[in-house]
């Protein structure tokens, strides 16, 4: 940690040296370096035009007496001419000198004004643009929004680029705060959602063998859940000494309400089959408690059972639920196909009609939810009744255990890590027999 501090620190360092070296020689820099490049041009230019002029000049002067030299040679005044013509060469030559000197002063007063203006322009430009770049870079340190100041209000484009800034960095804070709300709700339904999850797992019964005295029968039952809270359940229960009432369902839509309704249909099933009623019975009663108070319009796909452990004979009702699967001893799973009624909490006054069959020992029964058959893989494909059956029929002699673990192995390598969009729930049942001898 400390070492991570200290190249952060140094990277503050090396990129604050940075910055300072743009400032000394960015637009000031080129400014003067322009200037500079002028004022030598202007020079150079100027000191070559004088020094041809002054050549043309002089050699002008020179001819014009040598052109009357021979007049005065031959009136008598050689001697009076050379004294003129050097007196009037000097005379020249010191006029130049002190036009020139004249010139040097004004081109060095147009160049003190230069730089001075220069300066004045370029601390103007320069000045605003380092105090945004600093200000920029200690965002995060000292405050995290860029705001206007008196140093930006430049009256030109100076100030636009810093106003333009303010309102980005404005926008900005306010989708920060705006993530930042979306993210803490985000976690606060993702913690609620969990625990939803968990209330609802904990409301199915998870031990395993549920009923160890009991050697008529096996029985093992299990709920994937997806990303989503569903409202899935499987439910077993001893109705009395030789019953067992065995549910599977599936709560129309998805979240805490179909959790919650889930619960109240566990609940209402359950009581309806432990005081008497049989599995057609027990639906339209629950049907009816469901439809007082259904104003969301959710329903429940049921399949429910209630097996007599001495006989192996069974009554069994399904509300609009998937077709139990069936194996006979020695033989392989297959599903039992008939027709479903309507599911429970669609429409008050529903009858449930309810079919008789019987178990042998080593028979065994499969039921799960729409989870199973409608796991999809990447390519948008169902896992299928089909895949179901032959993952089962892999290993039709195993327990019920190994039988649901089989069929998970077989989603698993079929939806190979496509999202999970349905819970998984499943219960296999193998009766043994009132002598419990194939346990």
Known sequence: ??????????????????????????????????????????IAAYTAVFVYQSRRAVQLVRDVYESQKQVYVDSGMGDEYEELRSSTVATFHNEMFHIRNILI??????????????SSITDRIIGPLNAITRRIASLGVRSRQFTMEDAYRTGDEIEVLAESFAKQSARTMLYIDEVKKVTAEKERIGAELDMARKIQASQLPSLFPPFPDR?????????????????????????????????MADVSGKGVPAALLMMVARVLIKSSLQNGKGPGEALESVNNQ??????????????????????GKGVAANAGHEHPTLRRAGGSYELVIYRHAMPVGTMEGLRFRQH???????????????????????????????????????????????????????????????????????????????????A
């Open 1 to 42: 940690m400390i070492k991570t501090d200290m190249d952060k620190d140094s990277r503050r360092i090396r990129f604050g040296k940075k910055n300072r070296t743009a400032m000394k020689g960015g637009i000031r820099y080129k400014v003067f370096r322009l200037l500079l490049i002028t004022i030598i041009l202007i």
């Open 105 to 118: 002063l004004l081109v060095v007063l147009i160049v003190s004004t230069g730089i001075i203006s220069a």
């Open 215 to 247: 050697k008529e029968f096996s029985l093992y039952a299990s709920m994937t859940p997806a990303k989503e809270v569903g409202g899935d359940f499987y439910d077993f229960f001893m109705i009395d000494h030789d019953h067992i009432g065995l549910v």
């Open 290 to 311: 469901l439809c007082e108070s259904n104003d969301e319009g959710f329903f429940v796909t049921v399949w429910v059972a209630v097996i007599d452990l001495s006989t």
């Open 356 to 438: 008789e069959f019987e178990l042998n020992p080593g028979d065994s029964l499969f039921v799960y939810t729409d989870g199973v058959a409608e796991a999809t893989n990447s390519r948008n494909e169902l896992f299928g009744a089909e895949r179901m059956l032959d993952a089962l029929n892999s290993d039709p002699d195993a327990r019920p255990e190994q039988a649901l673990t089989n069929v998970m192995n077989a989603i698993g390598s079929f939806v190979d890590g496509a999202e999970q969009f349905d819970d998984i729930t499943m219960l296999c049942f193998r009766y043994h027999g009132k002598s419990g001898d194939l």
